[in-house]
Every structure is written in structure tokens, then in C-alpha cells.
């Protein structure tokens, strides 16, 4: 028998999806992450923006054109959001939610709508199945900050933590050259009275690079920064969500920072880490954003000098409370995300040019063409000419696609 887990989304997602794979091969299924044809099909949604629950509805109909008469199970946030608009549709058997993914192991047989609402203990999945060259390892789930654009919180509950000893023993025995460690919000990762830092002190000696996934401002401590300088191998890239620049504009987002509170984080981080990548996420078009504001958030990320930014316009999500307030039109949004990512790109290649002719660790990922490409310690998207295994030392050379060309470090060089 054949199974086929598809995910849509974060990677908190593609953790799940991958422990949902182990657990099928344990069952003697041939497993596919492909929408290849199959006999069962799992489907892990996703409900951040309208596009993304479209996508989500979408993958149906591409599943069905693969195998007519396979069975489809639907899990993940935009199941959770409308799970009637998903169980109504041809050959779906079970719709499940966003939560407790781990049960649907038990439930493949199963029919109908099987939404769980527990929110209070931490799901402990089996350790997943990847199919990329970094490991994602999921710490966190949950939210309790509910930013006024954000359906999130509604649909995956309240954040709760794996142990120190679970999430840590993972990350000691990956096999992986580099560890993400991942969630919905891990700045609130908790284990009784340990936090973050004690994770991070926990992995220290791992064999692996350690990287942090998304953080929030109020995390960013002398205590973490300690922390992280004790890893033997961690990644110096820290993604410190922003959305806005403008304090009017994050007042009415409930972000619960102002835009020089997050300046001050920004500053203790180069302290400790003067070469770090600050890379964010910026949300473009939010309801009752002025130009003036606009103007603000765009002379603030020039400010903090992001290596790299996600920015986006802004997605209406019926629930939110931000969903109350009126739209400004798709073309202030479109024209204020272009203006954005002109922004970003610039940014972006002013930060990779700090490193041309200097040493950076490559953790290769994919090969395209005659390049080996992955990223650096600092998230620059590196691309060496030739076969690279694993981990290597390589310089820097000059601006290539969306990073830099770089060549293989001569033995001995100690360029840094």
C-alpha cells in the first residue's frame, strides 16, 4: 500500500507531516512527501492567508486528477478553520484539525469530521522523516499572543513546550549537518521554570550547526544571547518578526513592542553577534496604515539594516479582529509591497557584499545545474560550482542569483 503526505505551510507543518510519514512506514506503507499516484493521501493544510487556504482547497483537485478513487484525509490549520468546505468534497473521508496530529495514525479508517480541541499538553510526535538537508525540530505549538491579523491562535491553541530532555535529545542525534529548531512561537517555549536558554545550554556541544526559527522582540535577552554563545556550532541569524515600523500601526496590530524597543534588541544582538543576519517579516497594507506610516516602516527597516525580509500584503482573516476594520484598496497594497521588496532586495545585497572575499560554512541542500547551493552560517544563500557532501569552508566571491558565487576554500586558508 502506498501513502502520499503533502504538506502546505510552515515547517512546523513539514515537521508534523514527517513524523505522520514515520509512523506510516512503522505501519509497512511506501510513503511519498509527492502528489504522486497512491492509495492514501494526508493532506497538512494551511489557513496564514486567504491564498494559502485556497492552495490548501486546491490540493484536492490535484490529488484527484492523480488518483481518482484514492482515499483523502484532510489535517492542519485550514481544516481546522472550515472543516465542513473539506469534508464536503469528493473522496475526503475524514477531515481532522489543526491539534493532536499524532491520533490520526489511529483514526486512517476512520469518517467524517475529527476535530480535537486539546490545547493543553504538548502532542509528542515521533521524530519525522525529512526529506530536505536541514532538520527541523519542532519545540513549540500554539500561540497565546493574538496579533489582531493573526487567525492562528484560534486555530492551533494555546502555546505549550516540549521537554528539555525530548526536544534535546533530537537535536543531539540528527543526522543532519545543521538543526532548526522550530514552532509556532518558540519565543515562549516553556518546560516548568526552563525556557529557551536552557535548551540552547541543553545542546550546546551538538554535532550539528543549531539555528533558532522565528523569534519575538521580548526574548531577546542578555541570558539567550549567553546562551547561544555557548553552542559549539550555532548559527548566527536571528529572525526577529517586526510587521510594522510605525508604532501606530503596531499599537493597533498588538504587537506589544514600539519600533525602538526593537531597535534596542536589534543593538544587544550585534553586540554579542556584530556579523548576525537580521532577517523579519513586514505586512504591507494593514488596515488604517497612512503613507506617513507606510514612510515610517520603510525608513525604520533601513534603519535596522535587515539582511533579509519577508514582506507581504496584508490577508484579511474572517475571526481576527483586524477583520473588522475596513480594507485599503488591492492597489495601495500591491504598490506598498513593491515598494517594499525594493527595498528588501537592496538591503539584502548590501549586507552579502560586507562578505565578499571572506570565509563562510557552507551547509550544501540541493544541487542546481552545476552548482552545489545552500546556506551560510548567516543565512546567505550560497552557490559553489562542483559536488559538495556536506558541510565545507568556502569564499565568498561576488553577487550570484539571490546570493553570492563562492569557491571552495584552499587548504590551509584561515581567511575569516
Known amino acids: 500500500m502506498k501513502a502520499v503526505v503533502f504538506t502546505l505551510g510552515c515547517k512546523v507543518n513539514d515537521c508534523e507531516s514527517g513524523s505522520l510519514i514515520r509512523g506510516l512506514q512503522e505501519r509497512g506503507w511506501e510513503v511519498s512527501d509527492e502528489l504522486v499516484p497512491a ?20 490540493a484536492i483537485a490535484r490529488v484527484r486528477a492523480v488518483a481518482p478513487q484514492a482515499r483523502i484525509i484532510v ?25 493532536q496530529k499524532s491520533k490520526i495514525l489511529a483514526l486512517l479508517d476512520e469518517e467524517g469530521v475529527r476535530l480535537d480541541e486539546e490545547d493543553k499538553k504538548y502532542d509528542e510526535m515521533l521524530p519525522p522523516v525529512s526529506f530536505k538537508a536541514r532538520a527541523f525540530i519542532k519545540i513549540q505549538d500554539g500561540c497565546n499572543n493574538f496579533c489582531s491579523y493573526c487567525i492562528i491562535p484560534y486555530l492551533r491553541g494555546r502555546s505549550r513546550s516540549r521537554t528539555v530532555e525530548s526536544a534535546a535529545a ?23 521554570e526552563r525556557d529557551l536558554a536552557d535548551l540552547l545550554l541543553a545542546v550546546k556541544d551538538a554535532p550539528c550547526r543549531v539555528r533558532l526559527g522565528s523569534l519575538e522582540v521580548g526574548v531577546i535577552t542578555p541570558r539567550l544571547l549567553d546562551a547561544a554563545k555557548c553552542v559549539r556550532d550555532f548559527a548566527p541569524h536571528f529572525h526577529l518578526s517586526l ?38 517579516d513586514v505586512i504591507t497594507g494593514f488596515p488604517t496604515e497612512t503613507e506617513e506610516q507606510f514612510a515610517e516602516t520603510c525608513a525604520f527597516v533601513r534603519k535596522v539594516g535587515f539582511s533579509q525580509i519577508h514582506c507581504f500584503s496584508y490577508s484579511r482573516r474572517t475571526g481576527t479582529n483586524a477583520a473588522k476594520l475596513a480594507e485599503l484598496p488591492a492597489e495601495v497594497k500591491s504598490r506598498r509591497l513593491h515598494e517594499m521588496l525594493a527595498v528588501a532586495a537592496q538591503l539584502r545585497a548590501d549586507y552579502e557584499k560586507q562578505f565578499i572575499g571572506r570565509t563562510l560554512e557552507l551547509v550544501p541542500e540541493e544541487r542546481k545545474g552545476e552548482y552545489t547551493v545552500g546556506y551560510s552560517q548567516n543565512y546567505i544563500r550560497l552557490y559553489v560550482r562542483g559536488e559538495i ?19 571552495q576554500e584552499a587548504k590551509g586558508e584561515t581567511n575569516g
Do not use: W
Not at 478553520?81 to 473522496?91: M, V
Open 39 to 58: 492509495d492514501l493521501y494526508i493532506l497538512n493544510t494551511c489557513a496564514v492567508t486567504g491564498e494559502a487556504e485556497k492552495k490548501s482547497r486546491q
Open 75 to 99: 489535517c492542519g490549520c485550514a481544516a481546522e478553520k472550515t472543516p465542513e468546505l473539506f469534508s464536503k468534497k469528493q473522496n475526503v473521508r475524514l477531515v481532522t484539525g489543526a491539534r
Open 170 to 192: 533530537e537535536i543531539l542525534s540528527v543526522s543532519a549537518e545543521e538543526a532548526v529548531l522550530t514552532g509556532i512561537d518558540i519565543s515562549s517555549y516553556r518546560d516548568g
Open 243 to 280: 510587521q510594522s515600523g510605525s508604532d501606530g500601526v503596531l499599537k493597533k496590530m498588538n504587537r506589544h513592542y514600539t519600533a525602538e524597543e526593537y531597535l534596542q534588541k536589534v543593538e544587544l544582538i550585534r553586540l554579542y553577534f556584530p556579523d548576525a543576519a537580521i532577517t523579519t
Open 389 to 407: 557532501a556536506k558541510k565545507a569552508r568556502v569564499v565568498a566571491a561576488q553577487p550570484f542569483e539571490d546570493g553570492l558565487l563562492a569557491v
